[in-house]
């Protein structure tokens, strides 16, 4: 399958700024303030390629526990998911890293059947699939919910699940800026999903009680559609040199790019800068040479597996 990146134009820590002061948050799927994405956002250039470390807590059925359903587009189906079970995790890994860029960077989807039954999950992330920092987040649910109760979405922040099937929960990186230096935020290779039990034995960044349905069985615990990746070091970043116009971008091991440009995307008619160039899970760069200091260009990387 061919993709494009672009195009473009000239051990957990708690880390991150503690949401301590009172709701409400964004607003469920289709609200005037919600951050929710719909699973065919264009913003979504890559998803989790693989996954590692599954945990699964008590209560999930075997028909719920495989993680190969947490890989690829979230498909907002309430069946194709793994479950994590009660205070189970899985890690997913991405072949090219997330990178802190502007605003949202991942998302992470959930198979809710609708916008108050809500399965929660910390969300940690890793750049060495070691050491793993955990995303800030708050929960003011007062009271504890029962198997099929209800939670207010604008009572949550900072926990994966907050949206019903088809609509990722957003985080941004930047929330972990300086927060160690085991964290190099411009390459996560890894991001962990662990399960909220929801009787209030697990608490948020402030120390509160997280509530969610409890007790739940068969398929218990945070269900996990998919990761997508909205900022990737793939993206092509855009310099001018004395040469010309720089493209450096991140080449994932034995995938094959091709650098394209154009002059108005509008047209659809992409011409190849570059042959075809096989990664080796680092930096790569090109130069185009022959662009004038006054012509607007535009480039974008396509690559296939």
Not at 116 to 126: D, I, K, R
Not at 242 to 262: D, K, N, P
Request: aromatic share 10%.
């Amino acid at each position: 399958m061919k993709r494009s990146i672009g195009p473009a134009l000239l051990a957990a820590c708690l880390a991150g700024p503690l949401p301590c002061t009172a709701g409400p948050y964004a607003g469920a799927a289709g609200t005037s303030n919600t951050t929710a994405i719909a699973a065919d956002d264009p913003r979504f250039v890559a998803w989790a390629d693989d996954w590692t470390d599954y945990q699964v807590g008590p209560e999930v059925d075997p028909q719920w526990q495989n993680p190969e359903n947490a890989l690829g587009p979230a498909e907002g189906d309430i069946y194709s998911i793994v479950s994590l079970g009660r205070g189970g995790s899985i890690t997913l890994t991405f072949r090219a890293p997330i990178t802190d860029g502007p605003r949202w960077d991942f998302a992470v989807f959930e198979n809710s059947f609708n916008d108050t039954f809500l399965e929660l999950a910390y969300v940690e992330v890793s750049s060495d699939g070691i050491h793993f920092f955990r995303l800030a987040n708050a929960s003011l649910t007062p009271e504890p919910v029962p198997s099929y109760g209800a939670v207010d979405s604008t009572d949550i922040d900072g926990l994966a699940g907050k949206y019903r099937a088809g609509y990722g929960t957003p985080f941004d990186l930047s929330d972990l800026r300086d927060s160690s230096p085991l964290l190099d935020l411009s390459h996560i290779t890894h991001v962990r999903l662990v399960d909220v039990i929801g009787d209030g034995t697990c608490t948020d960044s402030c120390g509160r009680p997280i509530y969610d349905p409890y007790p739940t069985t068969g398929s218990a615990g945070f269900d996990l559609d998919a990761v997508g990746v909205i900022n990737s070091a793939e993206r092509p970043r855009i310099s001018r040199s004395s040469q010309g116009i720089r493209l450096q971008w991140y080449a994932a091991t034995a995938r094959t790019y091709r650098v394209q440009y154009c002059d108005d995307p509008r047209g659809g008619d992409w011409s190849n800068l570059t042959p075809e160039l096989v990664g080796e899970g680092a930096e790569r760069s090109v130069i185009d040479t022959n662009v004038s200091a006054s012509r607007i260009r535009f480039y974008r990387t396509v690559y296939h597996d």
